[in-house]
T-cell receptor, first 110, second 117 residues
Framework: TQLLEQSPQFLSIQEGENLTVYCNSS?????LQWYRQEPGEGPVLLVTVVTGGEVKKLKRLTFQFGDARKDSSLHITAAQTGDTGLYLCDDYSSASKIIFGSGTRLSIRP | DTEVTQTPKHLVMGMTNKKSLKCEQHMGHRAMYWYKQKAKKPPELMFV???????INESVPSRFSPECPNSSLLNLHLHALQPEDSALYLC????????????????FGPGTRLTVL
């Protein structure tokens, strides 16, 4: 069974700082999705990465997929309070169970 | 329309009540999901419907009964729940993959916050 581990579990930083969170898999990802979930809401898809080494940018967010497709990172530049939320990763195309990573809870202080 | 809607937004019920959660999407997706999410935890998959047929039941207790009346609607019927069933219940939809594996990018609804007294 594939296991997805996210780190750190919790991160609290000041507005304007940069941060990176990680998603690591016990097996090769087919393709990876990153979501952000705000309190009381459903997860919202941020990006899908498919190719090893792929880098995608979404405004201040940079997503990187490892060359071996077993890890991914999300870097946020100049964090804003609106970035606060639970960040989840998920591998959606394998034939194994549908699972999310354990999540990183991000809190941006004004 | 890329929205998944869920009703009600909040539900409080007693342990002897019968209630239903509803989910609707009009994106033409043929896979729909129910998840349960406890506070500060990731969502946990409960059920998957693919082409209106139940394809995955993650050993969910029978007090939760899913129903997919058509390709746009998904219901979750609740009966004799326990206080520990209190959680955020999320619905999602996606296209199924041709390979029959996992089911493509998922779009989530806002959830129903359920409290069982």
């Amino acid at each position: 069974t594939q296991l997805l581990e996210q780190s750190p579990q919790f991160l609290s930083i000041q507005e304007g700082e940069n941060l990176t969170v990680y998603c690591n898999s016990s097996s090769v990802f087919s393709s990876l999705q990153w979501y952000r979930q705000e309190p009381g809401e459903g997860p919202v898809l941020l990006v899908t990465v498919v190719t090893g080494g792929e880098v995608k940018k979404l405004k201040r967010l940079t997503f990187q997929f490892g060359d071996a497709r077993k890890d991914s990172s999300l870097h946020i530049t100049a964090a804003q309070t609106g970035d606060t939320g639970l960040y989840l990763c998920d591998d959606y195309s394998s034939a194994s169970k549908i699972i999310f990573g354990s999540g990183t809870r991000l809190s941006i202080r004004p | 329309d890329t929205e998944v809607t869920q009703t009600p937004k909040h539900l409080v019920m007693g342990m002897t009540n019968k209630k239903s959660l509803k989910c609707e999407q009009h994106m033409g997706h043929r896979a729909m999901y129910w998840y349960k999410q406890k506070a500060k935890k990731p969502p946990e998959l409960m059920f998957v419907y693919s082409y209106e047929k139940l394809s995955i039941n993650e050993s969910v207790p029978s007090r939760f009964s899913p129903e997919c009346p058509n390709s746009s609607l998904l219901n979750l019927h609740l009966h004799a729940l326990q206080p520990e069933d209190s959680a955020l219940y999320l619905c999602a939809s996606s296209q199924p993959t041709r390979a029959g594996g996992r089911y493509g990018e998922q779009f989530f609804g806002p959830g129903t916050r359920l409290t069982v007294l």
